[in-house]
C-alpha cells in the first residue's frame, strides 16, 4: 500500500531552468511532508520541510509547495545546478514515516 | 559526513540464516530509525527507538527485531532470512523522538544479499 507516490522515475533539466519534483499522497492525516535527496552510495540528506498547516515553504533556490485538497506537493529548485543531480525522495510523517520510490533528476550543463 | 556509521558496508547470507546490522548514531542524538530500500523502492519504515525503547513499528514482521544501547549505538536483527530480505538496510538518528520536526541523518547503507 503506497501511501506517498512519486510518478516520475527520472527528471531531466537544462542548467538554470527550474526543476519540479512532484509527489502525491493518500493519507489526510500525515501532518509533516519532506523531501531529501540522496546520491549513489550515500544516505538520503534532509533538504526541506513542510507543516500540514502551511501551503509554502522557502530555503534558498528550493521551495516546497502543499496542496492538502489535491493531496499533493512540489519541489521547485530555481535555478537547478549540476550538482543537484541525484536521487530525490519525498517523505510524509503520520504515525509511522513513508517515502516515495523517489525521482532521479539529471541537470545538464 | 554525517557521523551516522553502519557496519558491515556489504553482506552476503543464505536463506533461513540470522543477520545483525550495527549503526553507530551521530553524537548527542537518542533515536535511531531502520528503513529497508528494496531496488528501485524508497525506504521502508522498520522502527524506531527511542532512548532504548521502541518507539513506533512499519509494516514487518517479528522477525525483524532491534536493538538501542545505552550509548544511543543500534543493532537491527533478522531472523530466518528469505529472499525478498536482500535490500540496502538504512539506519538514520535524531536529536528527538518526532521523525518529522526532528532532522534525520542518514547512514550510508549496509546492502544484503540472501542467496
Known amino acids: 500500500d503506497q501511501q506517498v507516490k512519486q510518478n516520475s522515475p527520472s527528471l531531466s533539466v537544462q542548467e538554470g531552468r527550474i526543476s519540479i519534483l512532484n509527489c502525491d499522497y493518500t493519507n489526510s492525516m500525515f501532518d509533516y511532508f519532506l523531501w531529501y535527496k540522496k546520491y549513489p552510495a550515500e544516505g538520503p540528506t534532509f533538504l526541506i520541510s513542510i507543516s500540514s498547516i502551511k501551503d509554502k515553504n522557502e530555503d534558498g533556490r528550493f521551495t516546497v509547495f502543499l496542496n492538502k485538497s489535491a493531496k499533493h506537493l512540489s519541489l521547485h529548485i530555481v535555478p537547478s545546478q549540476p550538482g543537484d543531480s541525484a536521487v530525490y525522495f519525498c517523505?510524509?510523517?503520520?504515525?509511522?514515516?513513508?517515502f516515495g520510490t523517489g525521482t532521479s533528476l539529471t541537470v545538464i550543463p | 559526513e554525517t557521523g551516522v556509521t553502519q557496519s558491515p558496508t556489504h553482506l552476503i547470507k543464505t536463506r533461513g540464516q540470522q543477520v545483525t546490522l550495527r549503526c553507530s548514531s551521530q553524537s548527542g542524538h537518542n533515536t535511531v530509525s531502520w528503513y529497508q530500500q528494496a531496488l528501485g523502492q524508497g525506504p521502508q519504515f522498520i522502527f524506531q527507538?527511542?532512548?532504548?525503547?521502541?518507539?513506533g513499528r512499519g509494516n514487518f514482521p517479528p522477525r525483524f527485531s532491534g536493538l538501542q544501547f545505552p550509548n544511543y549505538s543500534s543493532e537491527l536483527n533478522v531472523n530466518a532470512l528469505e529472499l525478498d530480505d536482500s535490500a540496502l538496510y538504512l539506519c538514520?538518528?535524531?536529536?528527538?523522538?518526532?521523525?518529522?520536526?526532528?532532522?534525520?541523518?542518514f547512514g550510508a547503507g549496509t546492502r544484503l544479499s540472501v542467496l
Open positions: 527507538y527511542y532512548r532504548e525503547e521502541e518507539n
Open positions: 538514520a538518528s535524531s536529536s528527538g523522538r518526532s521523525l518529522a520536526k526532528n532532522i534525520q541523518y
Open positions: 517523505a510524509a510523517s503520520g504515525n509511522q514515516f513513508y
